[in-house]
């Protein structure tokens, strides 16, 4: 598989939590407007900043369009809002997406000049097998905070555990040691989970 290959929808942590517990990913929209929204990792940044500007807690979806399509989920490639390009087309699933269809799962976060078309890894099996360990830690942590960076996973139940309570970092050559250790001070420590 491909990069080019791979939808993408955007939500919370909590939401995902929320639909790893029900099996498939189902927002509110599905209800209202019957399909859910997804992207191309080209037309994500879009749809993130008219709806999401600012926030910094969202994460990317990357999910398997033949997985979607083995649940007999139908997407469509249809017009966005007016203000979109007339040319650009949005993949909406006509149904609930199954959770077995998300590939991985990435921290979504604005830059200066708000969201921008992400970095997607291909989502091979070496890239599935070593997300999947950060994938464990997030579906049980108490809560996550952004950080320059990325993201600090706290699980309150386990405080001096490091295993439990740690700093993910999207891309941890363009983020400063300095600054990695004032976010896990400031993230963790202040918490009263385990000292940096």
Same mark, same amino acid.
């Given at each position: 598989m491909t990069v080019?290959?791979?939808?993408?929808?955007?939500?919370?942590?909590?939401?995902w939590r929320r639909w790893?517990?029900?099996?498939?990913?189902?927002?509110?929209?599905?209800?209202?407007?019957?399909?859910?929204?997804l992207s191309t990792p080209d037309q994500v940044a879009l749809p993130?900043?008219? =709806?999401?500007? #600012?926030? +910094?807690?969202?994460?990317?979806?990357?999910?398997?369009? %033949?997985?979607?399509?083995? &649940?007999?989920?139908?997407v469509r490639w249809e017009p966005g809002v007016p203000t979109d390009p007339a040319s650009m087309r949005f993949p909406h699933a006509y149904g609930a997406v199954p959770a077995s269809a998300v590939l991985m799962v990435l921290p979504y976060r604005?830059?200066?000049?708000?969201?921008?078309?992400p970095e997607v890894p291909d989502p091979g099996a070496a890239a599935r097998a070593m997300g999947f360990e950060p994938?464990? =830690?997030?579906? #049980?942590? +108490?809560?996550?905070?952004?950080?320059?960076?990325?993201? %600090?996973?706290?699980?309150? &139940?386990?405080?001096?555990?490091?295993m439990h309570n740690q700093l993910l970092l999207g891309r941890p050559d363009r983020t400063d040691p300095a600054t990695v250790l004032a976010e896990a001070?400031?993230?963790?420590t202040a918490h009263g989970l385990h000292p940096g």
């Amino acid at each position: 598989m491909t990069v080019g290959t791979v939808l993408l929808h955007l939500c919370t942590p909590g939401e995902w939590r929320r639909w790893l517990g029900t099996g498939a990913v189902a927002p509110s929209s599905l209800d209202e407007v019957g399909f859910v929204h997804l992207s191309t990792p080209d037309q994500v940044a879009l749809p993130a900043q008219r =709806l999401f500007a #600012g926030r +910094t807690d969202l994460v990317l979806l990357v999910l398997d369009p %033949a997985r979607i399509d083995v &649940a007999r989920v139908d997407v469509r490639w249809e017009p966005g809002v007016p203000t979109d390009p007339a040319s650009m087309r949005f993949p909406h699933a006509y149904g609930a997406v199954p959770a077995s269809a998300v590939l991985m799962v990435l921290p979504y976060r604005p830059g200066p000049d708000g969201f921008a078309a992400p970095e997607v890894p291909d989502p091979g099996a070496a890239a599935r097998a070593m997300g999947f360990e950060p994938s464990m =830690l997030r579906r #049980g942590a +108490t809560a996550e905070e952004p950080v320059t960076g990325g993201v %600090a996973v706290r699980t309150d &139940a386990w405080p001096v555990s490091r295993m439990h309570n740690q700093l993910l970092l999207g891309r941890p050559d363009r983020t400063d040691p300095a600054t990695v250790l004032a976010e896990a001070d400031r993230a963790l420590t202040a918490h009263g989970l385990h000292p940096g």
